[in-house]
């Protein structure tokens, strides 16, 4: 029985831990989930070598892979290594094009260098960087969510995700996004299923529509 489950790995967002999947259930008679954590990135490490070394983290072959933003330009990037099932990009950004004009100016400008990640441990801070919106009424909700807030850590993200140099979509993505995201415009966004309401953090606030489309997803041609 196990043999036929259909393996479905979860890759989560800059700064956040795999519990922002903790409501996605799929049906277990189909498949079976695991979660994937951020690793710390080695000195200097591209986010090719990144993705090589997470592709290490999948066990099984022909696997799906989810990723919600920052995960989802990375599982992007692992799927040029390992053959996948299906491929879904959600909240997150296919090529370097449908990144908003103010990321492209922290590129240009090299101001992403410049960015206050050594005050990261404040965590409404680190929510606005991650989540695009301040929780001040839901810090301690969010505490459990955003738990990756090592400095290395968050100038190697920041750095990955503005300088990310992917012209051309990978045809086979499955790009999931909302219409109210604050961080990743849906007005910079083409090709995709628009979540209404959706904003940055739907895969958490939206579980229900996930869990209800993602079966059907997987499974269609």
Same mark, same amino acid.
């Given at each position: 029985?196990?043999? #036929? ?24 008679? #189909? ?52 053959? %996948? ?7 997150? %950004? ?23 990640? #050594? ?46 140099? #992917? ?55």
């Amino acid at each position: 029985m196990n043999q #036929q489950l259909i393996p479905v790995y979860l890759m989560p967002g800059m700064a956040a831990n795999p519990t922002i999947f903790e409501y996605i259930k799929l049906p277990e008679d #189909q498949f079976e989930i695991f979660w994937l954590s951020w690793k710390m990135p080695l000195k200097k490490e591209t986010l090719q070598d990144y993705a090589k070394r997470m592709c290490e983290e999948v066990k099984h072959e022909n696997p799906v892979l989810l990723g919600v933003s920052f995960g989802g330009i990375l599982v992007q990037e692992m799927s040029k290594h390992i053959s %996948v099932r299906k491929l879904f990009v959600v909240s997150s %950004v296919k090529t370097k094009h449908e990144l908003p004009k103010r990321m492209k100016l922290l590129k240009v400008t090299k101001a992403y260098k410049l960015l206050p990640t #050594q005050l990261m441990g404040n965590i409404d801070l680190l929510a606005k960087y991650a989540f695009g919106e301040t929780i001040t009424k839901r810090v301690e909700l969010y505490k459990k969510y955003l738990s990756v807030s090592d400095k290395a850590y968050l100038d190697w993200a920041i750095e990955q995700v503005i300088c990310w140099e #992917q012209d051309q979509a990978i045809p086979e993505a499955i790009h999931i996004h909302g219409d109210n995201d604050m961080v990743f415009p849906c007005s910079y966004i083409s090709n995709c299923t628009k979540i209404k309401g959706g904003t940055h953090i739907m895969i958490i606030n939206k579980y229900k529509w996930f869990n209800e489309n993602l079966p059907k997803l997987i499974l269609g041609n």
